[in-house]
């Protein structure tokens, strides 16, 4: 892959990719990092990266792996909190249909959100989903109906909770 077919990838694929890792983090900052980072290891090895190969799958792939260790190094690292040191709340878009589905996705099972975003959000087919997450066809399927039934769920809940407040 040369230069200019990079910076195309990167023009096309960096806001997508940013709203599907927004969608299983929930942090609009990691995700933009994850996915900066992700497209810096694709840039050292451009050369080696064919377009015909699905590149943003790569880089998709790359991003979700640095979330997940990020995660991880978080995790082993916590300590109890310190409201008074903790930094101000990253704020998510305004639009409130997208925060109530990105807050709504949190409370799902990260196996289900996972097929869920890739999915619908990346656009993937199942047979994609279930490469990419290393796990047969019909777990994709099961986790995509369990996920949506929740989802419904839990939005519509979000829904009928609005209403009352109004």
């Known amino acids: 892959m040369d230069a200019t077919e990079f910076d195309d990838l990167y023009a096309r694929s960096f806001r997508p990719l940013v709203r599907q890792l927004y969608a299983v983090t929930g942090d609009a900052e990691e995700a933009?990092?994850?996915?900066?980072?992700?497209?810096?290891?694709?840039?050292?090895?451009?050369?080696?990266?064919?377009?015909?190969?699905?590149?943003?799958?790569w880089v998709r792939t790359?991003?979700?792996?640095?979330?997940v260790s990020r995660w991880r190094?978080?995790?082993?690292?916590?300590?109890?909190?310190?409201?008074?040191?903790s930094p101000a709340a990253v704020t998510a878009p305004v639009d409130e249909t997208r925060v109530a589905l990105v807050a709504a996705l949190r409370q799902l099972p990260h196996a289900q959100r996972e097929a869920l975003v890739l999915h619908h959000l990346a656009d993937l087919p199942v047979a994609a989903v279930a490469t990419q997450t290393?796990?047969?066809?019909?777990?994709?399927?099961?986790?995509?109906?369990?996920g949506r039934a929740a989802l419904a769920l839990l939005l519509s809940d979000t829904v009928v909770e609005g209403a009352h407040r109004a």
């Open 62 to 67: 790359t991003a979700y792996r640095l979330a």
């Open 134 to 146: 290393g796990v047969p066809e019909g777990t994709v399927k099961a986790r995509l109906s369990r």
């Open 73 to 85: 190094r978080v995790l082993r690292g916590r300590r109890a909190p310190d409201r008074a040191l």
């Open 32 to 57: 933009r990092d994850c996915v900066q980072e992700a497209f810096v290891r694709a840039w050292s090895r451009r050369h080696s990266i064919r377009v015909d190969e699905q590149p943003e799958a």
